[in-house]
């Protein structure tokens, strides 16, 4: 999210900043939910509510491996749905 340069160069300072950062993740909120909150922990106030390199490189590569909303996850090989007998 390249969201600090617009409200710092405008001169809106750290609340400029914060609504933009929010508006941003409410966006990818609507789209991916699981990803807002991922993000959302990195910014988190409290260093200590922050993950490690580590674990937000683990959060994100589960991330990857989930299905995007709406998207139809492939089925493995010799799957047969109920529906289809």
């Known amino acids: 999210m390249q969201v600090w ?3 710092e160069t405008r001169g ?3 609340e400029g900043t914060d609504l933009e950062i ?3 993740l409410q966006q990818i909120a ?3 939910p ?3 909150s991922i993000l959302r922990r990195t910014i988190a106030p409290d ?3 922050r993950p490690s390199a580590r674990k ?3 959060q994100l590569r589960t991330l990857r491996a989930r299905p995007m909303r709406g998207e139809v996850k ?3 090989a010799g799957f047969h749905s109920l529906s289809a007998i």
């Open 34 to 36: 699981h990803a807002a």
């Open 47 to 49: 260093p200590a509510k």
């Open 30 to 32: 609507k789209a991916e």
């Open 12 to 14: 809106e300072g750290v």
């Open 22 to 24: 929010e508006t941003a």
């Open 74 to 76: 492939p089925r493995p």
């Open 5 to 7: 340069f617009g409200a």
């Open 56 to 58: 937000l490189l683990h």
